[in-house]
């Protein structure tokens, strides 16, 4: 099959697009290469996390923050993180199903991603699609994560807009008091708020955030009351969104308004990047195995081993690095 290529995704081929996605979420080097491509074509997209836990309905207030844009002519993505599938290893395409009614739309690209096992709420490959969306054009990215509850905290280095949706009546108010999910929110939407116990959750939020002790002239994260199922509140919830955006553009510099995110970025690459040379290096050595039958006999723990792992290849790297200087300097002589 025809590899996709930089100039179809960035035409906005829709098909294409939907190859290189899928080929970014089986890992294949040729993916990457054309990502690579397609990265100084990125930035200009308003990218907005959607979390909390499962049952608030995150999925139902996508759909609905998408109609509204449409309306006001946006196009968008949608990236939908959804649990593993325990047979297929595959995403369960719950989002898909419900929204349907945006399926037949040219100016939506919907793309459900499994987890395949990874915490944090996001799937490995998250970024990298985000990325193709961008490249295609897309003036907005929604991205919902799979409602890990306070796990749910990566998407905080995805998004430059973080929606925390709680309900009344689900436990999620309390989830919401917990520092790993009020820490990456930037607007709560209090969702089900025709329910019994809606006020309570609205007031508790308010009052945590009025504690939180914001400097002057920074972000107070709002809180929206919003009947997804109705469209109630949905408007507003993308109005506070707009306004988050130009708070953080407030002085007019987009690359300024990026540094944040490409650090965490090249952190996470570094991190994968890394850990997948030092595997690498273990089994060409022999050392793998010995290490974690030591392991598993308690002759050894995972923190000492890891300690003992990267003391040596790093000590490795840098006696190779001094052979290679001492050799040009005696070519140099020479």
Not at 44 to 60: D, E, F, L, Q, Y
Not at 214 to 228: L, M, N
Request: hydrophobic share 40%; net charge positive.
């Amino acid at each position: 099959m025809k590899m996709p290529t930089a100039r179809e995704i960035l035409s906005g081929d829709a098909r294409a697009a939907a190859r290189l996605m899928r080929d970014l979420d089986d890992g294949l080097p040729s993916a990457m290469r054309t990502l690579k491509s397609l990265y100084r074509h990125t930035g200009r997209a308003h990218i907005v996390g959607i979390t909390g836990a499962p049952g608030v309905g995150k999925s139902t207030i996508a759909g609905r923050l998408v109609a509204v844009l449409r309306g006001r002519e946006k196009t968008v993505g949608v990236v939908a993180v959804d649990p593993t599938s325990p047979v297929t290893g595959g995403a369960l395409l719950g989002d898909r199903v419900r929204m349907q009614e945006h399926a037949n739309d040219p100016e939506v690209f919907i793309r459900s991603l499994a987890t395949r096992g990874r915490l944090g709420g996001l799937s490995r490959s998250t970024l990298g699609i985000v990325h193709v969306m961008d490249a295609m054009g897309k003036d907005v990215i929604l991205v919902e994560t799979v409602g890990a509850g306070q796990d749910a905290v990566e998407i905080a280095r995805v998004a430059h807009t973080n929606i925390v949706v709680v309900a009344p009546g689900l436990g999620d108010d309390v989830q919401a008091m917990k520092a790993g999910i009020l820490e990456i929110a930037d607007i709560f939407a209090v969702n089900k708020s025709d329910r019994d116990g809606a006020d309570r959750v609205r007031r508790e939020i308010e009052a945590m955030i009025a504690m939180g002790g914001h400097a002057e002239g920074s972000w107070i994260p709002p809180v929206v009351s919003t009947v997804a199922s109705e469209g109630t509140g949905i408007s507003l919830l993308w109005e506070e969104a707009e306004r988050h955006r130009a708070h953080l553009c407030g002085d007019g510099d987009p690359v300024g308004l990026r540094r944040e995110r490409v650090r965490e970025e090249l952190v996470e690459l570094l991190k994968c990047r890394l850990a997948e040379k030092a595997m690498e290096e273990l089994e060409r050595r022999g050392m793998l195995e010995p290490l974690l039958a030591a392991m598993a006999g308690g002759k050894t723990d995972p923190y000492s081993a890891a300690g003992k792992i990267a003391g040596e290849l790093i000590g490795a790297r840098r006696k190779g690095s001094g052979a290679r200087k001492a050799r040009s300097r005696g070519e140099g002589r020479r």
